[in-house]
């Protein structure tokens, strides 16, 4: 159990459907990320928030919207994805300095 | 880009120590040497990190050269268990441009 808890696990949705991805924490943590692992590839970093502001958009499609209303919720809001962003998705989080990340165990998105 | 560099996929015996290595020739000062590993579908683990000087833990020892351009991450006595992707990363000290980026990680395989 590392802390970080995403919902849902595993999510099927067709190209014109809207979805959300949650993620959460109680660990007091500072920052918190989205990170996209399609199969066979490494972790992709998608954004990044600190203290509730997003310091990074790593060139995401704009079909991603990512929402931090609090420090310890992260959603990531899906609309009109294509098959290929069916991946898995992993949200993780630091306190900041050099503390390592914590990761959930991801949602399973495919895109039909 | 990922700042590191790692042998596709390695064999160990089970019971033996797994030497895992990554270059990192292009280290700055500042930036530190994580070691993450990642189980069939489940997120990334930490496991231990330094700056320049070797570390352990419960899990793992690391071993930083002297002119830090390459580490090793140390199983000392490898498991079924200890399968799984293992990822050398390094990271700047945190602040706005703490971006973690990811290679495509050695996969380990323990042996029976």
């Known amino acids: 159990e590392t802390g970080v808890t995403q919902t849902p696990r595993h999510l099927v949705m067709g190209m014109t459907n809207k979805k959300s991805l949650k993620c959460e924490q109680h660990l007091g943590h500072n920052a918190m990320y989205w990170y996209k692992q399609s199969a066979k590839k490494p972790l992709e970093l998608m954004f990044v928030?600190?203290?509730?502001?997003?310091?990074e958009n790593n060139s995401v499609p704009s079909r991603f919207s990512p929402e931090c209303p609090n420090s310890s919720h992260l959603f990531l809001h899906l609309h009109t994805l294509q098959p290929e962003d069916s991946a898995l998705y992993l949200c993780?989080?630091?306190?900041?300095?050099?503390?390592?990340?914590?990761f959930g165990n991801g949602t399973r998105l495919t895109v039909t | 880009d990922a700042k590191t560099t790692q042998p596709t996929s390695m064999d160990c015996a089970e019971g033996r120590a797994a030497n895992l290595p990554c270059n990192h020739s292009t280290i700055s000062g500042n930036e530190y040497v994580y070691w993450y590993r990642q189980i069939h579908s489940q997120g990334p683990q930490y496991i231990i990190h330094?700056?320049?000087n070797n570390e352990t833990n419960e899990m793992a020892s690391l071993i930083i050269t002297e002119d830090r351009k390459s580490s090793t991450l140390i199983l000392p006595h490898a498991t079924l268990r200890d399968t799984a992707v293992y990822y050398c990363?390094?990271?700047?000290?945190?602040?706005?441009?703490?971006?973690?980026?990811f290679g495509k990680g050695t996969r380990l395989h323990i042996l029976p």
């Open positions: 330094g700056l320049k």
């Open positions: 993780a989080s630091t306190p900041g300095d050099n503390s390592p990340l914590h």
């Open positions: 990363i390094v990271r700047v000290f945190w602040g706005r441009d703490d971006k973690i980026i």
């Open positions: 928030y600190n203290f509730k502001e997003q310091t």
